[in-house]
């Protein structure tokens, strides 16, 4: 079982920066694809951002030009730089996993969420 640990959350001025951290933790595993996905208030989650085992990645039309995301693979962690953030940006941010683990079976694994708040 892989445990998943978001932090880097908090309180941004519009036209601010945040970056979240999400580091997996368990043992005999290999991630493969990580992904960051938002929850706003009274709307369902969506993907955000995601990132392959080589490092190709991929970006709602939303937040493309002002998010990036990246992952070390030796700290098996996933961070979301956020560049220029708007109120809409506002919601739970959390992320997801895709690893193999024992005799190569898949699992996904979710954190448990970080709180991001875009307000003046």
């Known amino acids: 079982q892989v445990q998943l640990v978001e932090s880097g959350g908090g309180l941004v001025q519009p036209g601010g920066s945040l970056r979240l951290s999400c580091a997996a933790s368990?043992?005999?595993?290999?991630?493969?694809?990580m992904y960051w996905y938002r929850q706003a208030p009274g709307k369902q989650r969506n993907l955000v951002a995601a990132?392959?085992?080589?490092?190709?990645?991929d970006y709602a039309d939303s937040v493309k030009g002002r998010f990036t995301i990246s992952r070390d693979n030796a700290k098996n962690t996933v961070y979301l730089q956020m560049n220029s953030l708007k109120h809409e940006d506002t919601a739970v941010y959390s992320c997801?996993?895709?690893?193999?683990?024992?005799?190569?079976?898949?699992?996904?694994?979710w954190g448990q969420g970080t709180q991001v708040t875009v307000s003046s």
């Open positions: 368990g043992s005999d595993f290999s991630i493969n694809a």
């Open positions: 997801k996993a895709d690893y193999t683990a024992g005799r190569g079976i898949s699992f996904i694994s």
């Open positions: 990132i392959s085992s080589g490092g190709s990645t």
